[in-house]
C-alpha cells in the first residue's frame, strides 16, 4: 500500500506534464551557393594540395597523436594526418 501512493502520484505528474517541440530547418548544401571551390579529397597528399590550392591563409600547429594539422583557407579548411587529407570542409557561412 505504501508504494501506492508514490506510484499514483507519478502516474499524474506524468499525466499533467505537456511536451512541446519546435521544428529545425537546416538547408543543406547552401554552404556553397555562390561559388563552388572543389575540395581536396580523403588521402591526397600535402604537397598535392598546395599545388592544387596554392599557400594556405594559415598553417596551424599538429595536435594530438596521429599528428593533425589544419591548413585555413579562404572559405575552408583542410585537415591532414601526417601529410595526407583526412577531411576538408567549408566553412559556415553566416545569414544576417
Do not use: C
Amino acid at each position: 500500500m505504501k508504494l501506492l501512493l508514490p506510484l499514483t502520484l507519478s502516474a499524474a505528474l506524468f499525466a499533467v506534464t505537456s511536451v512541446q517541440a519546435d521544428t529545425l530547418t537546416i538547408p543543406l548544401g547552401q554552404q556553397a551557393s555562390g561559388q563552388q571551390v572543389n575540395l581536396p579529397q580523403r588521402g591526397t597528399s600535402t604537397s598535392q594540395v598546395q599545388r592544387q590550392h596554392g599557400e594556405p591563409t594559415t598553417r596551424h600547429a599538429a595536435v594530438g597523436q596521429p599528428p593533425i594539422t589544419r591548413w585555413d583557407y579562404p572559405g575552408y579548411s583542410v585537415y591532414f594526418e601526417y601529410d595526407h587529407v583526412v577531411h576538408a570542409v567549408r566553412h559556415h557561412q553566416r545569414s544576417n
